[in-house]
């Protein structure tokens, strides 16, 4: 338990330093961002149609809405936390890969929801927003990020070899 | 068997989470004043500490601080004082999560309750600490330009750009967890059958 600690927090520390480095915001996270905001507008034009988007811009062409998907909205940070817990889980790299792959999905999954209620909440309650967008969907990205990790290691079989490391 | 004991537990964390995760936001929130005149109290010490020639006054209502400021700035009807607004409580949304995440977690006891006391110290400690560095990151990036007659008290470095994005991406979102898990151990142990 000690080492799975010591190890969370040194991936922690290395992938968090990764994501801030510039040559990876600059060609990762920034476009991942562009990429996320593209995905959701596009589900929001199948039901909805005339929604667009510039790079990381969700723009209503009939209003002319707009809001700005930046970093912190992108979903990156709880997926970092939850792959530095996986790659720290004593299990195989077989596994590992699983939950990296199934945890990107269950954040951003569950993010591009968050993108598409706060863009209609921001035009319906502008006051209700704020609180949405600051308090409670940070939160809910961060308990997904929890209970998808709790329930990952809960799902692989047990006694599992360890990796040599 | 050990299996069926750790599922029903993880169940009823769950339950519990989607409980308790409201009744924490709602109450963090009721006692926004009180807790952002915690951090004004915090803060009005350590801007004196470091900028004792810039700071005015700290003023609090609601859950905003404003920064007074003796620096004056250039605006369009002239010069005016220099005020940062800032909402406490952006800084301050891991406390609600924390207060959840501990008390939905099966076998809550007297030592838990302590840790959970002096878990809401440090995350409001560090979310004055995240102010603190707003403030800083204010005078040196964003009003560097408008500061009239004399420099920014502050320099632009790399160093305090990153360290306030630790501070406002980061910091907020991972500490209530890092301070969660080490509280509770023996749970994600039982969880995931882990060994010492």
């Known amino acids: 338990m000690t080492r799975f600690f010591l190890l969370f927090i040194a991936w922690q520390t290395g992938l968090l330093a990764l994501e801030l480095w ?3 915001y600059e060609n990762l996270i920034t476009p991942w961002t562009s990429i996320l905001a593209s995905i959701a507008a596009s589900i929001m ?4 149609s005339g929604i667009l988007t510039d790079q990381t811009q969700i723009i209503d062409r009939a209003t002319g809405f707009a809001i700005q998907v930046e970093s912190g909205c992108n979903g ?6 939850l792959a530095a817990a996986v790659l720290a889980y004593p299990t195989s790299w077989r596994h590992q890969l699983s939950g990296i792959a199934l945890g990107f999905l269950a954040i951003q999954g569950l993010n591009i929801i968050r ?4 863009f209609y909440l921001a035009q319906w309650r502008a006051d209700w927003f704020e609180w949405a967008h600051l308090y409670v969907w940070q939160t809910l990205i961060m308990l997904d990020a929890l209970l998808f990790f709790l329930l990952w290691i809960q799902l692989i079989p047990k006694n599992q070899p360890l990796p040599a490391k | 068997m050990s299996i069926r004991v750790n599922k029903k537990k ?3 964390f769950f339950a519990e989470i989607l409980v308790m995760l409201p009744v924490s936001l709602i109450v963090w929130y009721q006692l926004s004043p009180w807790l952002t005149a915690f951090n004004s109290l915090a803060l009005n010490i350590s801007l004196n500490w470091q900028l ?4 005015a006054a700290i003023v609090h209502h609601d859950y905003w601080i404003d920064i007074e400021t003796r620096l004056n700035i250039d605006t369009a009807n002239g010069t005016g004082q220099l005020i940062i607004p800032v909402n406490a409580l952006t800084y301050g949304a891991g406390l609600p999560f924390f207060a959840a995440l501990m008390l939905a977690t099966p076998d809550f006891d007297w030592r838990k309750t302590v840790i959970l006391v002096c878990g809401i110290l440090f995350l409001l400690l560090l979310q004055t600490f995240s102010i603190h560095v707003f403030v800083l990151k204010a005078l040196a990036f964003d009003w560097q330009q408008q500061i009239a007659g004399a420099a920014s008290p502050i320099n632009q470095s790399n160093g305090l750009a990153l360290l306030y994005q630790f501070l406002v991406l980061i910091a907020p979102n991972v500490a209530p967890l890092l301070l969660w898990a080490t509280a509770n151990k023996s749970f994600i142990q039982s969880v995931g059958g882990l060994s010492n």
């Open chain 2, 52 to 55: 004792p020639d810039v700071l």
């Open chain 2, 10 to 12: 993880l169940l009823t």
């Open chain 1, 45 to 48: 034009d199948f039901f909805d």
């Open chain 1, 76 to 81: 990156v940070e709880a997926f970092v936390i």
């Open chain 1, 115 to 118: 993108i598409i209620s706060l």
């Open chain 1, 22 to 24: 510039q040559p990876v």
